[in-house]
């Protein structure tokens, strides 16, 4: 668990990465400006901070693309937030944000308002303004590699040809090693256009689907925010992955 020991004027987060990017290196923010969640002095009477997590959702602004697969990223946020009571009602860096917690673990939510393939430029400056290292940035998106309602976690990957992730990997000088929570939407049925089938809404067999996913995906996150990649990501990753076979 990333954690940082504070004192008056100062915070001092650890463990650092051996190589931090540009966007995190070039960025001095004073403490008042970072989300941060204290617990009680210990015995030499300094306080234990958490680092904050980033969660992004990709998508596209405006009803016209409400409820599309291409913006499952946009509905997972606002699950989060309305599970764990978060406001999404501030605009900074182009995104629409919500600053809340799970459990001590200090979260801030992000909507980029630009469309999609610019999303890179909400997620670059928030995470340097909040300097929250690459580990802490989770990202949760569509992607069509997987069923319909199969969600999967990893703690970094490419970007699979998917325009917002490749935005935000050019946001953040290239790098790659951030989490990503990938929602299963399925490939376009036979010579179907790709674009048009992103900007559908779903079926009603695969809105159930798709709905039951987003309640796993809460979990998901909760369980990641509070103990990182542990077994019992690689069990929910199993799980998902065979939840649709027939023994």
């Keep these: 668990m990333w954690y ?9 987060s650890y463990p650092r990465r051996p190589c931090s990017p540009r966007f995190l290196r070039k960025c001095s923010v004073p403490t008042s400006f970072r989300v941060q969640a204290s617990l009680p002095e210990n015995g030499n009477g300094a306080k ?32 989060i937030a309305k599970t764990q009571g978060i406001v999404m009602n501030t605009i900074q860096s182009k995104a629409l944000v ?17 469309y999609m393939n610019y999303s890179g430029e909400s997620v670059g400056p928030l995470a340097a303004y909040y300097q929250v290292p690459l580990r802490h940035i989770l990202l949760v998106y569509d992607e ?19 325009n917002g992730v490749k935005s935000i990997m050019g946001h953040l000088d290239g790098c790659r090693e951030f989490p990503r929570l990938c929602i299963g939407i399925g490939n376009p049925p036979g010579t179907m256009d790709m674009k048009a089938y992103l900007l ?43 939840k649709y076979h027939k023994v």
């Design 4 to 12: 940082a020991v504070s004192a008056p004027n100062c915070c001092i």
């Design 48 to 79: 234990v901070e958490y680092t904050p997590w980033l969660i992004v959702g990709l998508g596209n602004p405006g009803n016209k693309y409400h409820g599309t697969r291409h913006n499952i990223g946009f509905e997972m946020i606002d699950s």
């Design 98 to 114: 919500g600053i809340g917690s799970i459990g001590e673990v200090p979260i801030l939510l992000a909507k980029p308002q630009a």
């Design 144 to 162: 069509m590699s997987l069923p319909n309602g199969v969600l999967r976690i990893q703690p970094k990957g490419g970007h699979g040809y998917h």
């Design 200 to 242: 559908q809404r779903f079926s009603t067999v695969e809105r159930h689907q798709i709905d039951a996913a987003v309640d796993q995906g809460v979990e998901a996150v909760r369980a990641l925010v509070l103990n990182g990649f542990d077994q019992s990501i690689t069990s929910f990753n199993l799980r998902q992955k065979y």
